[in-house]
C-alpha cells in the first residue's frame, strides 16, 4: 500500500512540475506569469510557517516582518548603496536571522496565547519602523527604482525570467523542506509539537529547536522578500502589515499546516482571490474590494472547523481513501 | 559493597506550602529492579521529576553514577543515560510508531539540519542506523509488525509498551517508569513484567514507581515506600510487606486506646 501511495505522490509531482514549466507561455496560461511570480515567493514565506506553525507547533502573528525585513534591506543595499543584488540578497537572510535567533530566546519563553501576542507585536513595531524610517526606506511613499536580479550578461528583467528563478528557489526550499522534516530534525520538531515533556525526556532540547526552526522561516521568509522588491522593483510598507501576516497564515491553514507541498495549493488559492476575483469586484464597487480581511477571516474559520487539518490535506486524504476502497471492491469482485 | 547508580541525599521539594518530597535519603542499586511505592500524594512522582530534571530540587542533591546532577536540564540527563516514561503515555501521535522509537535515538546520533537539507552521506549513515536501532527496541517489546501504525491507533497496553521502546531508544543506564501497569489487564502486566526483567537482564538499571502491588510484589528485588513525602521503609519486597510503619501508611493507623 505505501509503494503504490509512493507511486501516487510522485506521479502527482510530476504532473505539477509539467504544469509549472508549461504555465509561463503564452499558449497556456501565460497571463498569470506576472501574478505566479507572487503566488511562487508566498508559496516560500507560507513554508517556512508550515514548519514553524504546522511541524512545531509554534505560532507566529508576525511572518511578515521577517518578509519585509528581507525586502528593505536587499532594496536598500542594492539600490542606495550599489550593492550586488545576490549579496544583498544574501546580507538580508543572515541578518533577519541572526535578527530571528537574538529575540527567539526571549519570544520562545512564551507559549500559546502569549506567544502570539509577542509575534504579533513583533510585526507591527516593525511596519511602523518601515514605514518611519524614511531617509532610509522611503516611509509610506515606499521607494523605487530598484534594479533587476542578474547572472552575467543574463538579467531577469521580463515576468518570463523571474517566474523561472522564483519557482527554481520555491522548489529548492520545498526539497529541503522535505528532507528535513523526515530527518532527525524533523522529528524532534514534530515531538516538540505533542509534547514538550515528552521530548524533553528523549533529548531534544525544546528552546533551541523552536529558535532553529524560527530563524529558518525567517531566512525563508527574507529571501522571499528579497525575490519581491526585485521582481516589483518598488517597496513600500504595506505589503508587510498585520493584514499580510493574517494571510499568509492563512495561506498555510488553506493548504494545510503540516504539509509542505499544501503550501503551494495554499499561495495559489489565497492570492487568486485576492488579486483575480476581488480585484474585478472592486471594479463592480469599490467598497467590495476591501472585503478581503472578510472572506480570510472566514475560510480560516472555516477550515479550521471543517477541515482542521488544511483544505489541500482533506482533499488529498479523500482521494487515498476513495483509492484504498476501489482497490479493495477489485480485490472482492 | 554493592554498586548504586542513583543516589539521593537529603532531597527536598517545595510547592508553596506543601513539602512533596521531604529530606529523602535513597540509594538504587545498578543492574536491579527497585520499585518506589506509596499511598497517593506520597511523593513518587515529584521524587521521579526530580530525578529527571523536571523539577530541580529545594535542597538536597542528586548523584548519577557518582556525579551530582545539579541543574542539569531534563534533555542533558537524557544525554547521561536516564530515561523516563510518563503515566500518561505522551507518544508523539503525529507519526508513526516506528518513528517515535526512531525520535528516541535522538541523543545517540549528531547530525543536523544542513546535512539532512542536502542528503549528505553522514545523514544518510546515521539514518540508517538510527532506524535500524528503532526497529530493534520494537521488536523488544513485541510491536515489530505494527511499525506504520499511528500509536494511538494501538490499545493502552501496547501504547505503553511502544514508550518503554522509545526510552530504550535512548539508550539508558537508568529506565525510570511511571506507573506502567496503570489501566492495563492481567495479561498485559505479565507480558509487561517479562519485558522489564528482559530489560534488566540488558544490564539496565530500572525503578519504577507503581500502584499495582502484584506487579510489583512480582518482579521489583527492593522496594522503597514513601509516604507523606517521606521514607518510611525499604527492603526486599516480602520484608517491606511485614513492615508495621508501611502496613499503617495503606490501612490507617490502628487506634491505641489507653
Known amino acids: 500500500m505505501e509503494v503504490i501511495k509512493r507511486k501516487w505522490a510522485y506521479a502527482a509531482v510530476a504532473a505539477l512540475l509539467i504544469f509549472l514549466i508549461l504555465l509561463p ?122 534594479p533587476y536580479l542578474s547572472i552575467g550578461g543574463f538579467v531577469f528583467d521580463t515576468p518570463f525570467r523571474r517566474y523561472f528563478l522564483v519557482w527554481f528557489v ?124 472578510v472572506i480570510f477571516g472566514l475560510i480560516l474559520m472555516l477550515v479550521m472547523i471543517f477541515m482542521p487539518k488544511g483544505l489541500f490535506v482533506s482533499l488529498r486524504d479523500a482521494f487515498d481513501s476513495w483509492r484504498k476502497k476501489r482497490a479493495l471492491r477489485g480485490v472482492k469482485s | 559493597m554493592r554498586q548504586t547508580i542513583l543516589d539521593v541525599k537529603g ?11 521531604d529530606n529523602v535519603d535513597l540509594s538504587v542499586e545498578a543492574g536491579k529492579i527497585t520499585s518506589i511505592i506509596g499511598p497517593n500524594g506520597a511523593g513518587k512522582t515529584t521524587l521521579f521529576n526530580l530525578v529527571a530534571g523536571v523539577y530541580m530540587p529545594t535542597t538536597g542533591e542528586i548523584l548519577f553514577e557518582g556525579k551530582p546532577l545539579g541543574t542539569t536540564p531534563p534533555h542533558k540527563r537524557a544525554a547521561l543515560g536516564i530515561a523516563r516514561t510518563f503515566q500518561n503515555v505522551l507518544l508523539f501521535d503525529n507519526m508513526t510508531a516506528l518513528e517515535n522509537v526512531m525520535t528516541g535515538q535522538h541523543p545517540r546520533s549528531r547530525y543536523g539540519f544542513f546535512e539532512a537539507a542536502l542528503r549528505l552521506p553522514k545523514a544518510h549513515r546515521e539514518e540508517e542506523t538510527i532506524s535500524l536501532n528503532a526497529r530493534k527496541y520494537l521488536n523488544l517489546v513485541g510491536l515489530g509488525m505494527y511499525g506504520d501504525r499511528n500509536p494511538l491507533s494501538l490499545p493502552l497496553g501496547q501504547q505503553k509498551l511502544l514508550t518503554i521502546a522509545r526510552a530504550l531508544a535512548t539508550e539508558p543506564r537508568l529506565l525510570l517508569l511511571d506507573e506502567p501497569g496503570a489501566g492495563l489487564n492481567a495479561l498485559e502486566k505479565q507480558s509487561l513484567s517479562e519485558l522489564i526483567r528482559r530489560v534488566r537482564d540488558m544490564g539496565i538499571t530500572i525503578v519504577l514507581v507503581e500502584h499495582d502491588m502484584d506487579l510489583v510484589m512480582g518482579i521489583a528485588e527492593w522496594v522503597i515506600v514513601l509516604d507523606s513525602g517521606q521514607k518510611i521503609a525499604e527492603g526486599t519486597a516480602s520484608q517491606v510487606q511485614k513492615d508495621k510503619r508501611v502496613i499503617a501508611a495503606y490501612l490507617g493507623e490502628e487506634e491505641v486506646i489507653e
Not at chain 1, 100 to 123: C, D, E, S, W
Open chain 2, 11 to 21: 532531597l527536598s521539594k517545595a510547592f508553596g506550602g506543601l513539602t512533596a518530597v
Open chain 1, 170 to 293: 520555491c522548489l529548492v526550499i520545498i526539497l529541503i523542506s522535505q528532507n528535513m522534516i523526515r530527518s532527525r530534525t524533523g522529528r524532534a520538531l514534530r515531538a516538540i509539537h505533542t509534547s514538550e515533556a515528552a521530548a524533553q525526556s528523549i533529548g531534544v532540547n525544546v528552546t533551541q529547536f523552536k529558535v532553529k526552526v524560527f530563524v529558518l522561516s525567517a531566512v525563508y521568509a527574507s529571501v522571499a522578500g528579497s525575490l519581491f522588491v526585485h521582481h516589483l522593483r518598488f517597496v513600500s510598507p504595506q505589503p508587510f502589515d498585520f493584514l499580510a501576516s493574517v494571510t499568509l497564515i492563512t495561506m498555510a491553514v488553506v493548504g494545510g499546516l503540516a504539509s509542505i507541498w499544501g503550501a503551494i495549493f495554499g499561495a495559489a488559492t489565497i492570492k487568486l482571490i485576492s488579486d483575480e476575483i476581488l480585484v474585478e469586484l472592486g471594479q463592480v464597487n469599490a467598497k467590495l474590494a476591501d472585503l478581503d480581511v
Open chain 1, 25 to 146: 507561455f503564452d499558449w497556456f496560461l501565460g497571463r498569470y506569469t506576472f501574478l505566479m511570480v507572487f503566488i511562487g515567493i508566498n508559496t516560500i514565506v507560507t513554508i517556512g510557517l508550515c514548519l514553524l506553525m504546522g511541524y512545531t507547533g509554534q505560532v507566529s502573528l508576525g511572518q511578515a516582518a521577517f518578509f519585509g525585513m528581507g525586502a528593505y534591506v536587499s532594496a536598500i543595499l542594492s539600490k542606495t548603496y550599489d550593492v550586488n543584488p545576490w549579496l544583498a540578497m544574501l546580507i538580508a537572510a543572515a541578518s533577519t536571522g541572526a535578527f530571528a535567533y537574538v529575540i527567539g530566546y526571549p519570544v520562545f519563553r512564551l507559549k500559546g496565547n502569549y506567544l502570539a501576542m509577542a509575534t504579533l507585536g513583533l510585526g507591527i513595531i516593525m511596519y511602523i519602523l518601515f514605514r518611519q524610517m524614511a531617509q532610509y526606506t522611503g516611509g509610506p511613499d515606499g521607494m523605487g527604482g530598484i
